[in-house]
């Protein structure tokens, strides 16, 4: 070991779970490719005020989690603790919006970084794959964003997780359940942190996982009792799209999210194989963000997928994604002349698309075969001096043990007919 290790709350990424990682977040990828989301990438810091604006001022993201620092030339910066704020900054900077084809479809994966209190499934340095649609009010829009993120789960072999749905109204009715809402809190006992809480952002409280706090908000009003017509009118929408998608959900009044940004349609995908930190991914409309960070107004709607809990759901189901051998081929040269020769032929296997792998460093033959049978390839290629001499190598079958010679000016052509 040596004298460092990784920051407290991250790990590192090694083979060979590493693919499982890869293949998770191709899998979360995958349906949004196949509905017109196009990929984006963004920095890894941006100004600390668009995520003081965005995320906002009052959630714990912004007040406790964010890695902000300033540069040595006097900028604000923060390591980026989501996606949405970004790649909405970034749309607007590039003006995709005003292209003309509305929504603005964008897909993205990353690193993304909260100095949160670390333990299993809670990271300072995590990964998400996320979607966002930009400049669309429609609820189908909403629904497809659900139902592809269902898809995704479901391609992985994932069952044990469960849909809540809510919607946090508008700027039109959610100010005047806020109001309700403040009013029924004051007059409970609450602690002094928590009676903060009700002047900044008393939704927040509802979410309050202490039973003694969840025991006084009974009785507390419901959004869902406070929604405006249009609200109601669009989720109803939302849910018969699901429905008639297929995709089950329920109804969670008290769902509110960590974010201030959310209007109407929010959800979270929990799993219920993961204890505490339940909430493999989750997301919702964000009709008022652009504004907020000085663009017109574009009603979008998105999601991010944690990468990071998506694996920690698969161990928690036992299933292991079938990954394929990334080695097909192992060549095993034996003597200084068959190292050349095998490796001339590795380099063609490897033009043609032959994945092939090369016992590197003088190994004996021993050695070399263990190497060969640790790389999961099925096909080992062995030669010494006196099949040069022959004009062949030995093509191995590393599962039968079976061994036959093939022509040396022919291994392209024989590999790929042994593999089929
Ligand atoms: P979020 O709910 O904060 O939403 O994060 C989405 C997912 O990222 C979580 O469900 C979880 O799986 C993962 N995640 C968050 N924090 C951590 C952590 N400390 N360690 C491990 N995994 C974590 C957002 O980030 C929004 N930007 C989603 C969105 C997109 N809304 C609209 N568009």
């Not at 809480?197 to 009785?219: H, S």
């Not at 390839?377 to 022959?390: F, I, K, M, N, Q």
Request: glycine share 10%.
């Amino acid at each position: 070991m040596s004298t460092f290790q990784a920051p407290k709350g991250t790990y590192d990424l090694i083979p060979p779970n590493s693919a499982t990682y890869l293949a998770v977040r191709e899998a979360i990828a995958a349906p949004l490719k196949n509905s017109g989301y196009g990929y984006i990438e963004t920095p890894g810091f941006e100004n600390v005020e668009l995520f003081a604006r965005g995320v906002g001022e009052s959630t714990d993201i912004v007040t406790k989690e964010m890695y902000a620092f300033e540069t040595k030339g006097g900028d604000r910066l923060a390591l980026r603790p989501e996606g949405t704020a970004s790649v909405l900054r970034a749309a607007l900077e590039a003006n995709l919006h005003k292209a003309g084809n509305l929504p603005v479809k964008l897909w993205y994966s990353g690193s993304y970084y909260r100095y949160e209190r670390p333990q299993k499934g809670r990271y300072r340095h995590f990964s998400q794959v996320g979607a966002e649609a930009i400049g669309a009010e429609d609820p189908a829009l909403d629904a497809e964003l659900i139902i592809l993120a269902h898809q995704a789960y479901r391609s992985l072999g994932l069952s044990d997780f469960r849909i809540l749905l809510n919607s946090l109204g508008d700027k039109e009715c959610r100010p005047v359940y806020r109001a309700a809402l403040q009013d029924f809190l004051r007059g409970l006992e609450l602690d002094e942190d928590t009676r903060r809480r009700i002047d900044i952002n008393p939704l927040r409280v509802l979410d309050d996982k202490r039973e003694a706090v969840q025991e006084r908000l009974i009785g507390a009003p419901m959004l869902r009792d406070y929604l405006c017509e249009a609200c109601k009118a669009y989720h109803e929408q939302v849910r018969e799209l699901l429905t008639a998608a297929g995709v089950a959900f329920e109804d969670d009044a008290k769902l509110v999210r960590g974010l201030d940004y959310y209007t109407r349609t929010t959800f979270e995908f929990v799993h219920d194989g993961l204890g505490s930190q339940s909430a493999v991914g989750g997301g919702g409309r964000y009709d008022g963000l652009s504004e907020m960070i000085g663009g017109p107004a574009l009603p979008s709607v998105g999601w991010a997928l944690g990468v990071d809990r998506t694996v920690l759901a698969l161990e928690a189901e036992g299933i292991t994604l079938d990954i394929p051998s990334a080695t097909a081929v192992y060549a095993v040269p034996l003597g200084e002349e068959a190292r050349r020769v095998l490796f001339r032929s590795v380099t063609e296997l490897r033009r043609a698309g032959v994945a092939t792998d090369f016992a590197y460093g003088g190994k004996g033959l021993k050695n070399a075969m263990k190497s060969a049978n640790r790389s999961g390839a099925r096909l080992a290629l062995v030669a010494g001096e006196r099949d040069l001499a022959e004009g062949v190598v030995q093509l191995k079958d590393l599962a039968s043990g079976e061994q036959t010679p093939i022509a040396l000016d022919a291994v392209v052509d024989e590999v790929r007919r042994a593999l089929g």
